[in-house]
């Protein structure tokens, strides 16, 4: 019901910055998570950052202070502000939404299984 599209990945040096974009549609719920995961190749999925319908933000350790969250309701879109970019920032980046939830973005942070719809991702490498 609820779609995503991401964009805005690329190929950055390390040290240099990206803004990824997630665009939806169908968010028809008034309660809902929505989470930046990331994948690279041979390492498990990990939540990156994660903001709730209450404007709650939530990120791993690894990018606190570099990674910013935000959502513009009136745009349908959810942003990923990337500074000080690492090689190992490199991965698959994607889009996540739990809706309906009740569920803190602190809470909800890298806990895939509740995720029910994900978009196609978009790719990040950092070169180093």
């Known amino acids: 019901q609820v779609h995503l599209l991401e964009s805005g990945g690329g190929s950055v040096k390390a040290g240099g910055s990206l803004s ?15 989470q930046w995961f990331r994948q690279a190749p041979g390492k498990e999925r990990e939540g990156v950052a994660a903001i709730d319908s209450d404007g709650r933000v939530s990120y791993v350790d690894a990018v606190k202070g570099r990674f910013t969250i935000s959502e513009d309701n009136a745009q349908n879109t959810v942003y990923l502000e990337m500074n000080m970019l690492k090689p190992e920032d490199s991965a698959m980046y994607y889009c996540a939404a739990n809706a309906p939830s009740l569920m803190p973005a602190w809470q909800a942070l890298g806990k895939e299984e509740e995720f029910r719809f994900w978009g196609q991702g978009t790719q990040v490498t950092v070169d180093s």
């Open 20 to 34: 990824l974009s997630c665009s939806y549609s169908g968010m028809i719920y008034a309660a809902y998570v929505m």
